[in-house]
Nanobody, 121 residues
């Protein structure tokens, strides 16, 4: 089995910073894309940022210039550095990874349990 465990959420004032971490563990053969999504109350889950194993990254327009995604392939961990936070960034943030559990297995999509980020004005 594979688990994604997030940490680093919390309450911060507008303009502040937080760093989220997500560690994948279990029967992991390889990981391709890792990323962060978020879901605010009453809204659909949306992409925040993704990063490939080679380091190429992609960001939602709403977070470009403020958030930075990175990963440590040796630790199967992805990070999200969030700066200049705004109240509209308030949401549950979910880690996502596309993983193979063996050389002959297919790629599967995994999600973390989510971590709350609250930005006060």
């Amino acid at each position: 089995q594979v688990q994604l465990v997030e940490s680093g959420g919390g309450l911060v004032q507008a303009g502040g910073s937080l760093r989220l971490s997500c560690a994948a563990s279990g029967s992991i053969f390889s990981i391709t894309i890792m990323g962060w999504y978020r879901q605010a109350p009453g809204k659909q889950r949306e992409l925040v940022a993704t990063i490939l194993s080679g380091g190429s990254s992609n960001y939602a327009d709403s977070v470009k210039g403020r958030f930075s995604i990175s990963r440590d392939n040796a630790k199967n961990t992805v990070y999200l550095q969030m700066n200049s936070l705004k109240p509209e960034d308030t949401a549950v943030y979910y880690c996502n990874a596309v993983i193979r559990t063996g050389s002959g297995s297919t790629w599967s999509n995994y999600w973390g349990q989510g971590t709350q980020v609250t930005v006060s004005s």
